[in-house]
């Protein structure tokens, strides 16, 4: 997993963070079922009752750790891009293998967090907001392959839909277990080679 995840002492200013990072270690350890306010509080070393001043109940708990969720996929997304050199295609299609990974390696907090946030949300917020981070990297990525004048949703939804699709359904063993091989998923490669027919329109 690209962001360890450590269990380090807290003290009063940072209590938290502490539980926002007890409940990812519990979401990847036991998934989203064992998810409470309880055992983050437990896991913090903290009484039960001190979830209740910074969260308003598991619901609020578990917005904030999808918001956490959020960062951990942007920074899959950013490595797997970081490594792609500058042709606009292969920096396409590594996003998509950065966003597989993810799900892959964190299938309770991928679920967490694409319950929690809609597609406004992620689109209109603003750019400094966690969860519209993570998506400004699908459009930076897009932007190549949008029309001049055009509408970015378009190519937007068209690979966020492909690679969203493919995520939860390799998830749900649709299309067969990893493989050092293919560590996507048998069939992956050829699935988002049909992201190298977008004619690229703009310089990158």
């Known amino acids: 997993?690209?962001?360890?995840?450590?269990?380090?002492?807290?003290?009063?200013?940072?209590?938290?963070?502490?539980?926002?990072?007890?409940?990812?270690?519990?979401?990847?350890?036991?998934?989203?079922?064992?998810?409470?306010?309880?055992r983050c509080a437990a896991r913090a070393g903290v009484s039960h009752a001190a979830p209740a001043h910074h969260f308003n109940g598991v619901a609020g708990l578990r917005a904030a750790i999808s918001e956490?969720?959020?960062?951990?996929?942007?920074?899959?997304?950013?490595?797997?891009?970081?490594?792609?050199?500058s042709n606009a295609h292969e920096r396409l299609k590594a996003i998509c293998r950065g966003y597989i990974?993810?799900?892959?390696?964190?299938?309770?907090?991928?679920?967490?967090?694409?319950?929690?946030?809609?597609?406004?949300?992620?689109?209109?917020?603003?750019?400094?907001?966690?969860?519209?981070?993570?998506?400004?990297?699908?459009?930076?990525?897009?932007?190549?392959?949008?029309?001049?004048?055009?509408?970015?949703?378009?190519?937007?939804?068209?690979?966020w839909?492909?690679?969203?699709?493919y995520a939860t359904l390799q998830l749900t063993g649709r299309f067969g277990g990893t493989t050092p091989e293919h560590p996507c998923g048998p069939g992956f490669d050829q699935v988002i080679s049909l992201l190298d027919h977008l004619p690229v329109l703009r310089g990158t």
Do not use: W
């Not at 502490?18 to 306010?37: C, F, N, Q, R």
């Not at 956490?68 to 050199?85: H, K, P, S, T, V």
């Open 1 to 38: 997993m690209t962001d360890a995840i450590e269990k380090t002492p807290h003290h009063h200013g940072n209590l938290r963070a502490a539980l926002i990072e007890s409940g990812v270690s519990i979401l990847i350890e036991d998934g989203l079922s064992k998810l409470t306010l309880r």
């Open 68 to 85: 956490e969720g959020f960062r951990i996929f942007r920074n899959y997304m950013l490595d797997a891009r970081n490594n792609a050199g």
């Open 101 to 159: 990974y993810f799900a892959i390696d964190n299938p309770a907090l991928f679920e967490l967090a694409f319950s929690i946030k809609v597609i406004g949300d992620l689109q209109t917020k603003p750019e400094t907001d966690t969860v519209a981070v993570g998506y400004d990297v699908l459009r930076e990525t897009c932007a190549p392959f949008v029309p001049e004048n055009g509408d970015p949703f378009i190519v937007e939804s068209q690979v």
């Open 161 to 165: 839909s492909l690679i969203h699709g």
